[in-house]
């Protein structure tokens, strides 16, 4: 000031009502504590109240007197209305006695939030869907602390591309609107403070399998950008049909079982032929095979199977374009031989598909395992008619018998 105020020193904030918080008070201070980057909060003691509007403004009757000269330090300290959003001036003015009223601009630059964004029901169909399945709606809602600039975006992560061919949205659950691939941009005023509800409709590729973590980007003018991640899992399906090329074979031998396959999408990880519940003449046991391997025509060579710590037999589906392109039958061709060598019966199992993110599929096969005699006749003797007739044969086995249920029978 050109001279020391002598009384009545005031400072009225005609339009506060846009700018300070409602219910907040506007303190106001002097000298020391308005150093520049001071932060108070507004129950310090070295701050004075300025009580409360009338009707938009504030008027502030200070403490102390200003001295002449440039020294006099004042400043402001106020919450800002949560819904002013963007830039913002407002005028407010320094009397005294017998001093001309100056006038200055306050100047906030405020970031609007969009918070919480929170599911509006549920994911449809469900947060884990088919292949195949169409659209997957996510709904939405937020609540802002401002109105937007312009018109706000909601864009998907990018990272989503190869799973997801296209968003649309709507504000109202029954009319959709398309976007620019993953980029929407709503209409100007389609957010409102008190919350809004928009629903997210993305399409998912049907050839995908496995998570598609959808995080929605929410953007506009004067607004700190905030994100909500959906989780999402699309699982595929799998047909197996399994055929023996024999109903049976003799201890010793090998069988080969024809496995074909038809998927829905492509492996993103490991594939196993596993077999399981491995029974002869219905009891377990304890090891499904005692060699087994594998072939298909997408590959060359076989490639031997394995037994795991819980005795379940394992084939490894292994090669780059095993299963290059969904619902095309692939066929693998398993050789295997009984793990029991000496014994026979029927011989069952369970042959399964599994891979991450597949619905397992499986089919029980059934195979006969006989033993063989050879007969050898050794002594035959020559006796006159009416009396006994002697002849006696070696007999090969090809395993050991428990002796029960073994026949001769003499055709003449």
């Known amino acids: ?10 400072l009225s904030f005609p339009t506060a009502s846009v700018m300070v918080k409602p219910g907040s008070p506007l303190m106001v201070g002097q000298g020391s504590v308005c150093a520049p980057e001071t932060v108070l909060p507004l129950s310090d003691p070295s701050l004075s109240y300025c009580g409360s509007p009338t009707g938009d403004a504030f008027v502030c009757n200070l403490p102390q007197t200003f001295h002449q000269g440039p020294e ?32 200055s601009a306050l100047f ?16 449809t169909p469900a947060t884990t869907f088919m292949t195949g399945t169409s659209e997957v709606i996510v709904p939405l809602s937020l609540v802002t602390t ?63 399998v496995g998570p598609i973590d959808v995080t929605f980007l929410f953007n506009a003018g004067c607004y700190d950008p905030a994100n909500y991640t959906q989780p999402l899992v699309q699982m595929a399906g799998m047909t197996l049909d399994a055929t023996l090329d024999t109903a049976a074979i003799f201890a010793g031998q090998n069988a ?27 009891q377990p046991l304890s090891v499904p095979f005692a060699s087994a391997a594998w072939w298909s025509q997408y590959r060359s060579g076989w490639k031997v199977c394995t037994v795991d710590s819980n005795q379940v037999g394992l084939c490894a589906l292994t090669g780059d374009y095993l299963f290059y392109s969904p619902g095309f039958p692939v066929s693998v061709y398993v050789t295997f031989g009984p793990n029991n060598g000496f014994s026979v019966g029927l011989w069952s199992f ?6 991450a993110y597949f619905l397992p599929a499986s089919q029980d096969v059934e195979l006969m395992v006989s033993g063989q005699f050879e007969l050898l006749q050794f002594e035959n003797t020559t006796v ?17 018998t ?6 001769l029978s003499v055709l003449s």
């Open 402 to 407: 428990e002796m029960h249920g073994e026949t």
């Open 72 to 103: 006099n330090l004042l400043c402001l300290f106020f919450y800002p209305h949560p819904a002013m959003t963007c830039p913002h001036t407002a005028s407010w003015y320094l009397g005294a006695a017998n001093f001309f009223t100056a006038e």
């Open 384 to 400: 006159p008619a009416l009396e006994v007739a002697f002849s006696s044969f070696e007999v090969s086995a090809s395993l050991t």
């Open 350 to 355: 369970k042959v399964s598909f599994q891979s």
């Open 108 to 123: 906030v630059d405020q970031l609007g939030t969009f918070a919480p964004i929170t599911l509006n029901g549920a994911v």
């Open 146 to 208: 401002g109105l937007a600039d312009g018109s706000p975006v909601v864009q998907a992560d990018s990272g989503v591309s190869s799973a997801v061919l296209y968003l649309q949205y709507s504000l109202d659950g029954l009319s959709w609107a398309p976007c620019d691939g993953l980029y929407c941009m709503l209409p100007e005023g389609s957010i409102q403070v008190n919350g809004t509800n928009i629903w997210m409709k993305l399409n998912p590729v049907s050839t995908y």
């Open 256 to 282: 080969t079982l024809l496995v074909t396959l038809q998927a829905t999408a492509i492996p993103v990880s490991d594939a196993l032929l596993t077999f399981s519940n491995v029974s002869l003449n219905g």
């Open 1 to 10: 000031s050109t001279l020391g105020s002598a009384g009545g020193e005031a």
